[in-house]
């Protein structure tokens, strides 16, 4: 079982259900647990795939991929969803390109100590997506204001921003429904290549 709720297979979905699902399939011509579970809902996954594609796959996104893909992360780590976490650590692994590295990146984010490996933007990212994530109704221009200090570009401030909505939208959707990466194809940058 894949997820607590019936998921339609492609051979059971309506011409409406298809178009959907269609959208929805990654480069491997699979559609993920993550977007079938709505298939009980079409708009729903419509407006998910929309989402996340313009959240994290964005042409005019500026924040580099591997710490897209490193925020994404944290906050799957911070939500406790491993479903997410499978899918968008491997892809950060791969992107980041440098095993030992990627080592110390990812014990730090699981012991929540970011910064031991990070410092200056990618240190204020963390915290943001940590607050954000942990404690969003706490949430000041302050924060805002540290992203600025670091470096940040107010469209980077939003594109993480994004990121970390979209995220903690999703572990939930997940987490909720139990949705498992049963037949999955997991990680999409290192598959995508090969």
Not at 144 to 161: M, W, Y
Request: aromatic fraction near 6%; hydrophobic fraction near 40%.
């Amino acid at each position: 079982m894949s997820a607590w709720i019936r998921m339609i297979p492609d051979e059971e979905a309506d011409p409406a259900l298809k178009d959907v699902l269609d959208l929805a399939r990654t480069p491997h011509g699979t559609v993920d647990n993550v977007m079938r579970v709505h298939s009980l809902r079409p708009n729903t996954m419509k407006g998910h795939v929309i989402l996340y594609r313009a959240a994290l796959h964005d042409e005019a996104n500026t924040i580099p991929m591997w710490l897209q893909e490193t925020i994404s992360s944290y906050v799957s780590i911070l939500n406790n969803c491993p479903y997410s976490l499978a899918n968008h650590w491997k892809n950060a692994r791969h992107l980041i390109g440098d095993e030992e590295r990627a080592d110390e990146i990812g014990a730090a984010l699981q012991d929540g100590t970011p910064e031991t490996v990070f410092e200056g933007a990618e240190l204020a990212l963390m915290r943001y997506a940590e607050q954000l994530t942990c404690k969003p109704g706490k949430m000041r221009k302050a924060d805002v204001d540290a992203l600025r200090e670091a470096g940040l570009d107010d469209g980077q401030i939003l594109e993480a921003n994004q990121i970390i909505g979209y995220f903690n939208y999703v572990n939930r959707l997940l987490n909720g429904l139990g949705v498992t990466t049963d037949g999955d194809v997991v990680g999409y940058y290192a598959e995508a290549e090969e």
